[in-house]
């Protein structure tokens, strides 16, 4: 006797109204679904990578990725910061800022414009690719945004920035517990302790209207210290800040940057954050400042300042406890957006519109393209 066939027959309506699953649901647009569904882009934004869709489409804020880490002298792991910076996203859709009472993204056109095309072990490319990718957005006339990575970076990012503003010039303030202005790390050049001086000797950046806030510790030495002073830079000591308070330093710093240059370019090392606060870096400094108080100077700084654009670094996912340093350097990003968000609501243009942004559809210096890197190094 033989077993009955099965029925293999489809229910009347098929299996999805056997289940009920048959239903007139709403769908969502990507960008208001949960942060968790989809591409992990900053803020669930639109991912448009493409250098020529960029120069048609001309956004006013651009994500950039620097997943980068081979030049660290301590600990490792902040090649994964951009994607933890962009998953530490937990809203969705319109959000309003409660500090500055604006809505960032229904003022502002603000894409993630994805990565650089980093590999790893090679140093030289690393920073040819950041300075390339980085030099696309820009050319556009979007503001970067760049997440690192280790605070080398700031190297290649500054400079394209820099390059596409001329003839203008472009200072600097550098949110660190360190000066990262060695001569060298053990030999290499473009170690993450010597990008500012790097900044400075190729003319990049004049010594003058380099400021950095935060500085504590035991490092730099008196030599370093002295170079400092002759290039011209000028610092604010975390002892200051405890003395007289973040915002009055962060007025000062401000002045000093924008004397001769036109635009500011906004480092924010996660390490000048306490490590109480923010633990997952590579080179924790104990004493920094609070939090609030750094993402409040974003706010203060973009606001006062037209912004070239910006780095935030050296944030280590594999040391982020709850993951509360990613979403304090995402909150950084945002609290830029948003400044300039009102700053464009207010009327001010925040685009950069000089000679070197591309028209739509042209494509400048492409990660393809050679002979577009930063030289130098020991990579």
Do not use: C
Request: charged share 20%; hydrophobic share 40%.
């Amino acid at each position: 006797m033989t077993d009955p066939q099965p029925d293999r027959s489809l229910p009347e309506g098929g299996f999805a109204a056997l289940n009920g699953w048959d239903g007139d649901y709403l769908l969502y647009d990507d960008f208001d679904l949960p942060t968790y569904v989809g591409l992990p882009t900053f803020a669930s934004l639109p991912w448009v990578s493409d250098a020529e869709e960029l120069a048609r489409r001309r956004p006013d804020v651009a994500i950039v990725g620097a997943p980068f880490d081979d030049a660290v002298s301590h600990r490792p792991g902040a090649r994964f910061g951009p994607r933890a910076i962009r998953q530490a996203t937990y809203t969705t859709g319109s959000i309003l800022s409660l500090q500055l009472d604006v809505e960032p993204f229904e003022v502002l056109d603000v894409v993630d414009a994805g990565d650089a095309n980093i590999v790893p072990a090679w140093m030289q490319r690393g920073h040819s690719l950041i300075y390339r990718k980085v030099r696309e957005v820009a050319a556009t006339g979007a503001i970067p945004i760049v997440l690192g990575g280790d605070h080398s970076i700031t190297w290649p990012s500054a400079t394209a920035v820099a390059e596409v503003r001329r003839p203008g010039s472009i200072g600097i303030v550098h949110f660190d517990a360190h000066a990262d202005t060695a001569p060298d790390d053990w030999g290499v050049l473009a170690g993450h302790g010597t990008p500012m001086r790097r900044l400075i000797e190729s003319g990049a950046v004049a010594g003058r209207n380099f400021v950095q806030v935060g500085l504590r510790g035991y490092w730099p030495p008196r030599d370093v210290f002295a170079w400092m002073q002759a290039q011209g830079m000028r610092w604010h000591l975390m002892a200051e800040i405890e003395a007289r308070g973040a915002e009055a330093v962060i007025t000062d710093a401000i002045a000093e940057a924008l004397e001769g240059a036109d635009a500011i370019y906004l480092s924010l090392d996660i390490d000048v954050i306490d490590p109480g606060m923010a633990p997952g870096t590579g080179t924790p400094e104990p004493g920094g400042m609070l939090t609030r108080e750094v993402l409040r100077a974003v706010r203060q700084i973009v606001g006062a300042v037209e912004l070239a654009g910006m780095d935030i670094v050296e944030v280590s996912p594999p040391y982020d406890h709850a993951e509360v340093t990613a979403a304090a350097a995402h909150r950084a990003a945002l609290e830029a957006i948003s400044a300039l968000a009102r700053k464009k609501r207010g009327g001010q243009e925040v685009r950069y519109q000089g000679p070197a942004v591309s028209s739509p559809g042209e494509h400048r210096h492409s990660a393809a393209e050679p002979g577009h890197g930063s030289h130098g190094g020991g990579g």
